[in-house]
């Protein structure tokens, strides 16, 4: 499969790009990102782009991909209302949009989050929900993925310094956590699995809960 991959360098992206580049399953990786990546593999193509705004612009070169992972997003701690809707429900837009149009057939996998709706009193559940519902309505086969917590795996990490300290203090019971509240938390890696299990599904539902993430993420053996 051919992914496209957004958020690459985020707590979640990190953990996506890993399963990615360890797949069989995933042969190349487009990477659409503001910045270059800090690392280079054979799999992976970069494509710069400073304003998610404007993905129309490099509609082209979204072309012929089986499956968008969408892991950007804004951090759900200090971003105020109107930012966190720009990027969180306008920029998303902007990508899916022209996915969809160079890729009819394409699949376009969103991770929004536990509990998201668009009636909800609550900023962040509520632009999430919103979010979902835009994406529901494109001319293309959308899974909205709905983790709770995100932990990191091994060799990944936050790059926001409050959610590094809170991190380091969960790790130690972080598989505890995961195992025996699976519809509570998950971690970054697991999520890239369930994405890429789900990309390989026939007809994957269009929502997935955490507790569906955890069974679709299990690692490898």
Known sequence: MHILLTGATGLLGQGVLNACLTSPDV????????RPLDRADAKVNEVLLEDFSQAASIQAQLAGIDAAFYCAGAPPI???????????????LAVARAYAAANPQGRFFYISGANSDPESRLMLLRIKGETEDALQRLPITTVMLRPGG???????HSPHGVMRMFHALASPLQGMIVKNVPGAATTNGAI????ISLARSPSPPSIVENRE????????T
């Open 27 to 34: 042969t190349h990786i487009t990477v659409l990102a503001r």
């Open 78 to 92: 200090g971003t105020a209302e109107k930012e966190y809707r720009r990027v969180t429900f306008e920029l998303t």
């Open 150 to 156: 995100i932990l990191p795996e091994e060799g990944t």
């Open 192 to 195: 890239g699995r369930a994405m």
């Open 213 to 220: 993430i955890n069974q679709l993420g299990q690692p490898v």
